[in-house]
């Protein structure tokens, strides 16, 4: 329980910091670009508030996936943060699009303007804290192992990549070539989308129980394998919930054992997997006679 209780406190205030530094990042791109007259610094500005809709959804979903299970959620609310991570990454696509339509009608357009150095100055500010983001949450996803953490983390350096762009972009369009500016759009629009979709992607892979890597299911199966009293281990199947897993395992033992001797094997195997995998939530283990 308490375990529980930390884990929510240091993700809500990853999510807050994620919060209040993209509300904050959106306000002075979007001021910096309109004032200087940079197409790719007000698409920056954009994206940064796409940052801030997906940090919200990120405190919604961390809080509603540590609630504890109850009669209708046996096991627990885990998928809110899978869930999360999918929404993350609809959420990216569909502004990596609407950035590059308005760059595309930049380049149609054409433009003669020379963006001003203060956005130029704001894109240099913003690569610096978004990737200080970025590591930040980064980690703490990791360690908190959140899967919409991970995704707000990948936000952020989505929106750093989009900033270097827009500082490439503005740059050249003051060495004498505008057309840089909304290419840098352009070029914005779609790192966002990819990322977009690699975050989508893995969100609802997990929502769609994909199986962990088969290192992870030939060590538990070797564990269990272990156990004193474990003839084998014919089935095992594994699916993720959240930043944790259910681990479903059939073994065999001699057709001499008595339903006692059964049971404390497969108490014997629950356990060995609980300790050594500190991220299993729930083991449930069916006994079968060889």
């Known amino acids: 329980?308490?375990?529980?209780?930390?884990?929510?406190?240091?993700?809500?205030r990853g999510a807050w910091m994620g919060i209040i530094g993209n509300l904050g990042l959106a306000a002075l791109k979007g001021i910096a670009g309109v004032v200087a007259g940079s197409t790719a610094m007000v698409a920056d500005a954009f994206h940064s508030l796409a940052d801030l809709t997906g940090s919200v959804i990120v405190l919604v979903a961390f809080r509603f996936a540590n609630l504890p299970a109850d009669q209708c959620h046996p096991y627990g609310h885990g998928?809110?943060?899978?869930l999360a991570a999918a929404l993350v990454?609809?959420?990216?696509?569909?502004?990596?699009?609407?950035?590059g339509w308005s760059?595309?009608?930049?380049?149609?357009?054409?433009?003669?303007?020379?963006?001003?150095l203060i956005a130029l100055y704001m894109a240099i500010i913003s690569i610096v804290i978004k990737e200080g983001m970025f590591q930040y949450k980064i980690r703490l996803g990791k360690k908190?192992?959140?899967?919409?953490?991970?995704?707000?983390?990948?936000?952020?350096?989505?929106?750093?990549?989009?900033?270097?762009?827009?500082?490439?972009?503005?740059?050249?369009?003051?060495?004498?070539?505008?057309?840089?500016?909304?290419?840098?759009?352009?070029?914005?629009?779609?790192?966002?989308?990819?990322?977009?979709?690699?975050?989508?992607r893995e969100g609802i892979a997990?929502?769609?129980?994909?199986?962990?890597?088969?290192a992870v299911l030939a060590q538990l199966e070797?564990?269990?394998?272990?156990?004193?009293?474990?003839?084998?281990?014919?089935?095992?199947?594994?699916?993720?919930?959240?930043?944790?897993?259910?681990?479903?395992?059939?073994?065999?033992?001699?057709?001499?054992?008595?339903?006692?001797?059964?049971?404390?094997?497969?108490?014997?195997v629950r356990d060995a997997i609980r300790r050594h995998h500190k991220d299993v939530l729930r083991v449930f283990v069916h006994v079968d006679p060889t």
């Open 1 to 12: 329980m308490e375990e529980n209780i930390t884990r929510l406190q240091e993700g809500s």
């Open 79 to 82: 998928k809110a943060e899978s």
């Open 89 to 99: 990454g609809m959420l990216l696509v569909f502004i990596g699009a609407g950035v």
């Open 103 to 116: 760059a595309l009608k930049g380049i149609w357009a054409g433009t003669e303007a020379v963006p001003g």
């Open 144 to 200: 908190l192992r959140s899967p919409a953490l991970i995704a707000s983390a990948w936000e952020h350096r989505s929106d750093a990549y989009t900033s270097v762009a827009a500082l490439m972009g503005i740059g050249g369009a003051r060495l004498g070539y505008p057309i840089m500016d909304p290419l840098a759009g352009a070029v914005v629009s779609l790192a966002v989308i990819k990322i977009g979709i690699d975050i989508g």
């Open 206 to 214: 997990q929502l769609m129980d994909r199986v962990p890597e088969q």
């Open 222 to 268: 070797d564990l269990a394998a272990s156990v004193e009293g474990v003839e084998g281990v014919q089935k095992i199947w594994v699916r993720s919930m959240g930043s944790y897993l259910l681990v479903d395992i059939t073994i065999a033992v001699r057709g001499t054992a008595t339903v006692r001797e059964g049971h404390d094997v497969a108490v014997a």
